[in-house]
């Protein structure tokens, strides 16, 4: 088998798979072809679909055949009707957190998230985009969970390391949406925010603080008003009183 042909098999091979073509699934079907030459057959399949709307993607470790990013606007009308299920924002947020610290417990799932996710766990396991890596060394044997090659086909990855870091996705927030928001707030809040932070103080203590100093203030006041004015005398009473009476008489 030369090059050629080589090169129009595996185009066919990653034409017909429904699932990304791993390298080793190319050898096994082509036995007497080296890897090398598959390798290289790729390489050059490539090439040929540079010019054109579609492109050889490597995702999931294997190889399959995308359109071209400046012609998603046409593909996605009409896929309109069919689109993919998209994730709820308790998944994604689940998916996060085990993409970024698997392998995880569920535990450990729910306290970052501050919520329970026993059923957003379920579901992704449901959906294959995650799965049991085994248990937790510590009491109770917890399950951890890990991510699975099905996620990085859902979101176009050939590896877990493509993933942006989080001080990467801090950085591309600031600079969208999130850049623009804190824009948008007024010099004095930022200010605030800022001497809060310096001072170790939750954005809450700052009225604690200024009602206790309002009372404390109220409190001194008010004893001030107790020592300037003037207390009659208490009246004499019983035998006191009579003996007072008759030596003013």
């Known amino acids: 088998m030369d090059k050629q042909q080589i090169k129009y098999v595996l185009e066919a091979l990653i034409f017909a798979s429904d699932t990304p073509l791993t390298l080793k699934q190319m050898s096994s079907i082509l036995k007497d072809v080296k890897t090398t030459d598959i390798e290289a057959a790729l390489k050059d399949l490539d090439n040929d679909y540079k010019p054109r709307a579609l492109m050889l993607k490597k995702v999931s470790g294997g190889y399959q055949f995308t359109t071209k990013p400046a012609f998603a606007e046409w593909v996605g009308q009409m896929f309109e009707e069919k689109a993919r299920s998209r994730l709820s924002r308790a998944a994604l947020e689940t998916l996060a957190i085990i993409a970024f610290k698997q392998p995880i417990s569920r535990v450990e799932v729910s306290a970052i998230r501050g919520?329970?996710?026993?059923?957003?766990?379920k579901k992704l396991l449901d959906a294959r985009l995650i799965t049991i890596s085994g248990r937790d060394s510590g009491p109770g044997r917890a399950l951890l969970f890990k991510t699975t090659p099905?996620?990085?086909q859902y979101f176009g990855i050939n590896d877990i390391s493509d993933l942006p870091r989080p001080k990467e996705v801090e950085e591309l927030l600031a600079e969208g949406e999130g850049g623009r928001l804190i824009q948008d707030l007024p010099?004095?809040?930022?200010l605030t925010e800022k001497a809060?932070?310096?001072n170790n103080q939750k954005p809450?203590?700052?009225d604690g603080n200024e009602n206790a100093a309002v009372n404390a203030s109220d409190e001194a006041n008010s004893a001030s008003d107790g020592d300037?004015?003037?207390t009659a005398p208490p009246e004499p009473k019983g035998d006191m009183k009579e003996t007072a009476e008759n030596a003013a008489q």
């Open 187 to 190: 010099d004095e809040v930022l």
């Open 204 to 206: 809450g203590d700052a």
């Open 150 to 152: 099905e996620f990085l």
């Open 228 to 230: 300037s004015t003037e």
């Open 115 to 121: 919520v329970g996710s026993e059923g957003v766990i």
């Open 196 to 198: 809060l932070t310096d």
